[in-house]
Structures are given as C-alpha cells and as structure tokens.
C-alpha cells in the first residue's frame, strides 16, 4: 500500500525559508509523478510543482519560479520542496500527491492535477509580514 507523509511545515517571517519533505513509500518502482500543492481556506487547490523521479523533470507554478525547488532523494523515495522568499500568500496547507501511473509529458507539462493519485494528510505553513 502507498503512503505519503509530509513534514517540514510551521511558521515563518516573510522572507525566511522552510523545506517540506514527502516521504513516498509503497510504489514498486521508484519512478513516479510526485508534486506538491496548496490550498488556502475557501479556495481551490493550486499545484506548486512538480517532478517525474525516473528523469528529474520538473515544472513549477509561475508564482513560485524562482523562488520554490522540487527535488528528489531517489534512493529514499523522498520528495522535497525547499521554498525561499516566503511571502504572506504562501501561507497555506501543503499536500504531496503522487503516483506512478502518470508519465511525462503529461506529469511535468502543466496538467496534471493528482485527482486520480495517492495524497498526504498535509502540513501547514505560515507567513507572517
């Protein structure tokens, strides 16, 4: 069975970084479609990034270019998110989604959403100005 636990979240002063952690356990093979996304209250869920563990590619949400890198520890099929320049509007729940039947270019190319992938229980993060 596939689970995924998040962790790295809290509080931070606008500016500072934090690094979340997606621990991926349970695929058979270590080449899947992992990502992570937000949601606000009252809002819809956003994608953040994204990254196809079996070729490392990556795509990012424009809000977060630049600022935001998704990357992989392929031998511990762990997902991480180091997030930099913290703004106020970054503060929300983050959840990591995965699973290994989506391939690119549909994984990295803008698209996917996770509906159909296995999903975290979520950890918070908070900005203050």
Known sequence: EVELKESGG????AGGSLRLSCAANGFASSSFCAGWFRQMPGKAREVV???Y????SRNYDD????RFTISQDQYKNIVYLQMNSLKPEDSAMYYC???SDTTPPYCTGGDWD???SYWGQGTQV????
Do not use: F
């Open 53 to 56: 563990t079996g070729d490392d």
């Open 63 to 66: 809000s977060v270019k630049g």
């Open 126 to 129: 908070t900005v203050s100005s």
């Open 97 to 99: 989604a995965a699973d």
């Open 10 to 13: 809290g509080s931070v002063q």
């Open 114 to 116: 996770g509906d159909s």
């Open 49 to 51: 990034a994204v990254i």
